[in-house]
């Protein structure tokens, strides 16, 4: 077999379409959080109506794996363009309440339920669809180069975000948003669908589908093995480099909102680093090891930034572990993906986006933790429950994620 290239995945005509609308996606989701999240704290003065805004991003994982079951009956490029317009005509919803003056944080709350029962799907369809249209051999670099989509958006798409709605005003920010849905759709519809004729018909009805992925995951150490990470991780690690950022960048390295965006930068750009380094295929990695080990890295990490007190070295440390953090996502989805029939990809991948409450979880935990033992205690806590986690799957799941014989650890 040749030497792969990050040029590889470029050659389906599918994924030619795919990458730009999940690229357009990705930016418009970012600019729209910035937007919404300004604007609801500008006009309600309101700490907990932000919270209860960013809380209904998170609505939609506990209906992805009916979302999943969809997707697994009607075919993953209908639900992924369909949602996307959904997207669109919900931001033109708001561009035009702000036109007529007429937007209020209420309605806001109440467009952000909507777009949030669909928006944490969006990433389940993504990887479904890579593992669907690609070769085997070209799905790490693939994962690679889509998740860069997301990473590349977390920087520009959040700086775009801001940069527009001071010097354009919110109505035409909102066109801007609207637009890349809208363009994101139309591309959605050249990608090529999986064949549901290589699916067993659907006899059952949709409540005993999702019984059977349940029963599907449990019988699979390497998937089972592989959620319990995603959640390990939500629930240790996502906290301090997303929700407790801001306190860190208020109270222990004493900055105001311009060092809080560049710690932010600092974990997106270590991810986008390592999402390019995935993407090269330069590196033949053992999938469910380098998830295992990369995950080890990053509470490591969290370990030391939880005593740091400088700015730049924080920034520093906060590039290596959103490296890690990518360096375990990505394999972690193709583990995943790899170990699902097709058949199963989309209602398996659906009950992975549940993992992501273990992040409400781990933030609704860490508040009184702080308040009462500080946060340096804390993140030390987290990070040795973190590592006690890793080291308890090597030896549970050792034949499953950590021989190198295993299935999960073909290389990617």
Known sequence: MGILNWRDPFQVRSFRFQWPADLATSWAFEMETILLGWFIL????????????????????????????????????????????????????????????????????????????????????????????LPAEQLMG?????????????????????????????????????????????????????????????????MQDLKSA????????????????????NLFAFPF????????????FLTDQTGLGFLGASFALGGLLASMTLSTHRFKLRA?????????????????????????????ILILAGFS???????LAAVMLRASEPAYRGRVMGMRMLAIWGLPLGLFLSGPLVESVGYAATAVLYSLLGLALCLFMVVYWRQALWDSHSPANTFL
């Open 42 to 133: 500008i006009e309600s003065g309101s700490v907990m109506m932000l919270v209860a805004y960013g809380s209904l991003q998170f609505v939609g994982s506990l209906v992805s794996p009916l979302f999943g079951v969809a997707c697994d009956r009607m075919g993953y490029r209908q639900m992924m363009w369909g949602t996307r317009a959904v997207y669109a005509f919900l931001a033109a919803s708001v561009m035009t309440l702000s036109m007529l003056n007429a937007l209020t944080p209420d309605k806001v709350l109440c467009i952000a339920a909507l777009c949030g029962m669909l928006r944490p799907s969006d990433q389940m369809m993504r990887n479904a669809l890579i593992a669907q249209t």
């Open 142 to 206: 693939a994962l690679g180069i889509s998740r860069m989509t997301s990473d590349s958006a977390r920087i520009a798409g959040a700086l775009a975000g801001a940069g527009l709605v001071a010097s354009l005003g919110m109505t035409w920010a909102y066109a801007v948003v609207t637009c890349l849905y809208a363009i994101s759709s139309l591309l959605s519809r050249g990608v090529q669908d999986f064949s549901l004729s290589d699916s067993p018909p659907a006899i059952s009805s949709p």
């Open 214 to 233: 349940f029963k599907y995951v449990w019988q699979k150490p390497v998937l089972m093995g592989a959620m319990l990470l995603a959640f390990g991780v």
């Open 241 to 252: 480099s997303l929700g407790l950022l801001p306190f860190v960048a208020k109270n222990i």
């Open 288 to 316: 469910a090891k380098t998830m295992l080990i990369a995950s080890c890295a990053w509470f490591i990490l969290d370990l030391i930034f939880a005593w740091c007190t400088s700015l730049q070295v924080g920034m520093l």
């Open 325 to 331: 953090q990518s360096l375990c996502m990505t394999p």
